[in-house]
DNA sequence: GAACCGTGGAT
DNA sequence: TATCCAAGGTT
């Protein structure tokens, strides 16, 4: 079935700009990390950061993250285990693997210059979508480049009183018309700023401070009272269970035994408790890889809930009585407990060995 | 299209 | 406490 759309009627983009662009001046924001010094490269790690992650939770990372990679050249230089492990705690590892990534394609495909000239150029780098690529166009260079993130598809789908879900293909053609509408060709930085200032601190997603917006009687939201109505949520989908069991094999030192996920998929490339599905699989490889090894119980199993679905965790503790230094290959190494912060463990991992270590004190 | 990919804050 | 969701992109 096909749903009818509200065609909105946009205001006229000079009276909208110029008054954004007022409110701008008098409140927006202009001291965040990433707008000092500008360039390509702080921009677009910032972008990167902060898709699906807020302000707050960026800026600690993004000030480590440029003091160990100051520029393009140091960042393509690195080892992505290093990369990654800057990255421990932001979720959504693909970002800091794509960013690795991009890093070596401008250094060695584009003279490391950061070819900032089209959406098309940059879209082209892994990890820069349409409206990042966008983005990063109007921030560092100042050049015309519409954006849609949701900041901004929240500001204009409660100014138009546009219905639908935004993921739905026509609603964000509607949205990227707007945008596209709007967006001005000059001060194109502090106008993309702006709209995202505007969604962050006034037309936020609850409670919104209506009395304080430049655009208060424009808005088609407000006009109906429905302001919380916009935008239109995601349909829900019931979360399958999965169920693993994460295996904490302790040497004689009391250090664990960690295994380096692989490059894709849930927490790839980080390192983490070696995983079994069923507890079959589990005494086969015991018995093969760590003769000499012994299960000493199951922890209690706890749920963990991602966006997709929910894993149910039971820690299984074994010890080992290790001769020599096995496993010797690549992709295992030893954990101290004592040294918590030397490697990149995703967050479930990391309280599970804390509460390991809390345990042992006892 | 729809599934996949994380974490911490807000309520 | 459980749920929602935030400066999205890739497969």
Same mark, same amino acid.
Not at 232 to 252: A, F, G, H, I, N
Not at 316 to 331: F, I, K, T
């Given at each position: 079935?096909?749903?009818?759309?509200?065609?909105?009627?946009?205001?006229?983009?000079?009276?909208?700009?110029?008054?954004?662009?007022?409110?701008?001046?008098?409140?927006?924001?202009?001291?965040?990390?990433?707008?000092? @010094?500008?360039?390509?490269y702080?921009?677009?790690?910032?972008?990167?950061?902060?898709?699906?992650?807020?302000?707050?939770?960026?800026?600690?990372?993004?000030?480590?993250?440029?003091? #160990?990679f100051p520029d393009v050249a140091a960042l393509a230089a690195a080892e992505q285990?290093e990369v990654?492990?800057?990255?421990?705690?932001?979720?959504?590892?693909?970002?800091?693997?794509?960013l690795h990534r991009a890093a070596k394609c401008v250094v060695h495909e584009h003279n490391g210059?950061f070819?900032?000239? +089209?959406?098309?150029?940059?879209?082209?780098?892994?990890?820069?979508?349409?409206?990042?690529?966008? /983005?990063?166009?109007?921030?560092?260079?100042?050049?015309?480049?519409?954006?849609?993130?949701?900041?901004?598809?929240? *500001?204009?789908?409660?100014?138009?009183?546009?219905?639908?879900?935004?993921?739905?293909?026509?609603?964000?053609?509607?949205?990227?018309?707007?945008?596209?509408?709007?967006?001005?060709?000059?001060?194109?930085?502090?106008?993309?700023?702006?709209?995202?200032?505007?969604?962050?601190?006034?037309?936020?997603?609850?409670?919104?401070?209506?009395?304080?917006?430049?655009?208060? /009687?424009?808005?088609?939201?407000?006009?109906?009272?429905?302001?919380?109505?916009?935008?239109?949520?995601?349909?829900?989908?019931?979360?399958?269970? #999965?169920?693993?069991?994460?295996?904490?094999?302790?040497?004689?030192?009391?250090?664990?035994?960690?295994?380096?996920?692989? +490059?894709?998929?849930?927490?790839?490339?980080?390192?983490?408790?070696?995983?079994?599905?069923?507890? @079959?699989?589990?005494? /086969?490889?015991?018995?093969?890889?760590?003769?000499?090894?012994?299960?000493?119980?199951?922890?209690?199993?706890?749920?963990?809930?991602?966006?997709?679905?929910?894993?149910?965790?039971?820690? *299984?503790?074994?010890?080992?009585?290790?001769?020599?230094?096995?496993?010797?290959?690549? @992709?295992?190494?030893?954990?101290?407990?004592?040294?918590?912060?030397?490697?990149?463990?995703? /967050?479930?991992?990391?309280?599970?060995?804390?509460?390991?270590? +809390?345990?042992?004190?006892?």
């Amino acid at each position: 079935m096909s749903t009818f759309i509200e065609a909105p009627q946009p205001l006229d983009a000079e009276y909208f700009r110029t008054r954004l662009l007022g409110w701008f001046d008098q409140y927006g924001r202009t001291h965040l990390p990433w707008q000092q @010094g500008r360039s390509p490269y702080r921009v677009w790690v910032s972008e990167i950061m902060l898709q699906q992650t807020q302000v707050a939770t960026v800026i600690g990372y993004f000030e480590r993250f440029m003091q #160990r990679f100051p520029d393009v050249a140091a960042l393509a230089a690195a080892e992505q285990d290093e990369v990654l492990h800057l990255w421990t705690g932001l979720g959504y590892y693909a970002r800091a693997r794509n960013l690795h990534r991009a890093a070596k394609c401008v250094v060695h495909e584009h003279n490391g210059a950061f070819p900032v000239e +089209s959406v098309a150029a940059l879209s082209a780098l892994p990890g820069i979508g349409r409206s990042t690529a966008g /983005a990063i166009i109007a921030q560092a260079t100042g050049k015309r480049a519409p954006i849609l993130d949701g900041n901004v598809k929240r *500001v204009l789908t409660r100014l138009h009183g546009v219905e639908g879900w935004p993921g739905r293909p026509e609603v964000e053609r509607r949205l990227w018309q707007l945008a596209e509408h709007y967006t001005p060709q000059w001060r194109c930085a502090d106008f993309t700023q702006a709209m995202m200032d505007m969604g962050a601190t006034l037309c936020t997603r609850r409670r919104p401070s209506c009395l304080l917006c430049p655009f208060e /009687a424009d808005c088609v939201a407000h006009a109906r009272g429905e302001e919380q109505r916009f935008p239109e949520s995601k349909p829900k989908k019931e979360k399958p269970v #999965r169920k693993t069991m994460m295996l904490m094999l302790r040497d004689e030192n009391g250090h664990v035994l960690l295994e380096q996920r692989p +490059s894709s998929g849930l927490w790839g490339g980080l390192w983490g408790l070696p995983q079994f599905d069923d507890g @079959g699989a589990l005494d /086969a490889w015991l018995a093969r890889e760590m003769p000499g090894s012994e299960v000493q119980g199951r922890w209690s199993s706890f749920v963990h809930v991602f966006t997709h679905f929910r894993l149910e965790i039971t820690p *299984v503790q074994a010890h080992l009585s290790r001769q020599g230094d096995q496993p010797a290959a690549s @992709g295992w190494r030893w954990y101290d407990p004592d040294q918590p912060d030397s490697i990149g463990l995703a /967050a479930p991992v990391k309280a599970l060995l804390e509460s390991l270590s +809390s345990f042992t004190l006892l």
